[in-house]
């Protein structure tokens, strides 16, 4: 029995905003009839899911702003 490596590709879209003059990129995908995302770049930051985009967003922001910036 022969062994595949299967590789997921998701679609999405990268959103981007700014904390403290760092830019911060966000790859967002549908779900269902959830969207989640994560930040590139940063793994300690965990996976957000909400009922639109936008709501992800503000989520990861968030979580940079009160765990990662003020520290």
Request: glycine share 8%; hydrophobic share 35%; no cysteine.
């Amino acid at each position: 029995m022969r062994s595949k490596l299967g590789r997921v590709q998701r679609q999405g879209q990268i959103y981007r905003f700014t904390i403290a003059e760092t830019e911060y990129r966000t790859f967002i995908w549908q779900n269902g009839a959830q969207f989640r995302g994560r930040v590139e770049g940063y793994p300690q930051v965990p996976e957000q899911s909400g009922s639109t985009p936008l709501a992800v967003r503000a989520a990861l922001q968030q979580w940079l702003t009160t765990r990662m910036v003020s520290t």
